[in-house]
T-cell receptor
Framework: KQEVTQIPAALSVPEGENLVLNCSFT??????LQWFRQDPGKGLTSLLL?????REQTSGRLNASLDKSSGRSTLYIAASQPGDSATYLC???????????FGSGTKLNVKP | AAGVIQSPRHLIKEKRETATLKCYPI?????VYWYQQGPGQDPQFLIS???????DKGSIPDRFSAQQFSDYHSELNMSSLELGDSALYFC?????????????FGPGTRLTVL
């Protein structure tokens, strides 16, 4: 069974810092990897989707990379803002099936 | 742009009661997924449907059933509710274009079992 791990579990940084969130998965045979943002008690907002054939995707201040062979992905957030404070979840879709396996998330706090 | 709609947004039930959660996917999306997120936990896959047929099944209790209707909306039926069923239930939809599918999640239904 696919297992997804996210490190660190929590991160607190001052505003303006660049930061990296890590995601690792045990089975490299994946279709896609998706990064989500979740605010407390709220739904999941899709941030970036990386197809298994891709290396990275960028959207604004966010950049996600994928190293499928090593089972790793990183989410880079540039010039962090207090509004970025949320839990960031990484999820991979299983090969031949599209259900997602989620990591436990990284809870980010950006201090003004 | 239209998003995934879930209803109700909040639901409070007593133990042993029945609950029905509804999901309306993004128009033209043919795949629906259900996930359960317990307090402080990551979302766990329950079940999915593609073109009204069950396509995959995860850790869904036998007390739960689901289906996708002709208009592609889906319902998750939960019977004999237990305290442990209290969770945020997400529905997601996608359009499978040969393996390239972004799952779009609804806002979730928060179920509280008393």
């Amino acid at each position: 069974k696919q297992e997804v791990t996210q490190i660190p579990a929590a991160l607190s940084v001052p505003e303006g810092e660049n930061l990296v969130l890590n995601c690792s998965f045990t089975d490299s045979a994946i279709y896609n990897l998706q990064w989500f943002r979740q605010d407390p008690g709220k739904g999941l907002t899709s941030l970036l989707l990386i197809q298994s054939s891709q290396r990275e995707q960028t959207s604004g201040r966010l950049n996600a990379s994928l190293d499928k062979s090593s089972g790793r992905s990183t989410l880079y957030i540039a010039a962090s803002q207090p509004g970025d404070s949320a839990t960031y979840l990484c999820a991979v879709s299983a090969y031949n099936f599209n259900k997602f396996y989620f990591g436990s998330g990284t809870k980010l706090n950006v201090k003004p | 742009a239209a998003g995934v709609i879930q209803s109700p947004r909040h639901l409070i039930k007593e133990k042993r009661e029945t609950a029905t959660l509804k999901c309306y996917p993004i128009p033209r999306h043919d795949t629906v997924y259900w996930y359960q997120q317990g307090p402080g936990q990551d979302p766990q896959f329950l079940i999915s449907f593609y073109e009204k047929m069950q396509s995959d099944k995860g850790s869904i209790p036998d007390r739960f059933s689901a289906q996708q209707f002709s208009d592609y909306h889906s319902e998750l039926n939960m019977s004999s509710l237990e305290l442990g069923d209290s969770a945020l239930y997400f529905c997601a939809s996608s359009l499978d274009r040969g393996g390239v599918d972004t799952q779009y999640f609804g806002p979730g239904t928060r179920l509280t079992v008393l």
